[in-house]
């Protein structure tokens, strides 16, 4: 059964840093990422990358502000956020996928995990 939980979510001030996790297990993957939803808009990209790394992508609005990689001691997917902003107050989602690009859309990702809460005070 494949699952992905993911945690580190929290309530922090503008400025701050929060590093999301996420737990795969159940299967191997291809690729890996990050998405976002505020209530009553779409789910958005966050970033992206290969299982094996070294092919980040990101959203122009976190770029330079966010890291994606995985833990291959703890075979965590992570999400570093820095200097974190108002606007980044979101549930945000770990998503996994068999195929090795790191894609962008969610209709690209299969597995989903079920969200982390991240609040933004400005």
């Known amino acids: 059964q494949v699952q992905l939980v993911e945690s580190g979510g929290g309530f922090v001030q503008a400025g701050d840093s929060l590093r999301l996790s996420c737990t795969a297990s159940?299967?191997?993957?291809?690729?890996y990422a990050w998405f976002r939803q505020a209530p009553g808009k779409e789910r958005e990209f966050v970033a992206a990358?290969?299982?094996?790394?070294?092919?980040?992508r990101y959203s122009d609005s976190v770029k330079g502000r966010f890291t994606i990689w995985r833990d291959n001691i703890s075979l965590s997917l992570l999400l570093q956020m820095n200097n974190l902003k108002p606007e980044a107050t979101r549930v945000y989602y770990c998503?996994?996928?068999?195929?090795?690009?790191?894609?962008?859309?969610?209709?690209?990702?299969?597995?989903w995990g079920q969200g982390t809460q991240v609040t933004v005070s400005s």
């Open positions: 998503a996994a996928a068999s195929g090795r690009l790191p894609l962008t859309a969610q209709d690209d990702y299969v597995y």
């Open positions: 159940g299967r191997t993957f291809g690729s």
């Open positions: 990358n290969t299982w094996r790394g070294g092919a980040a």
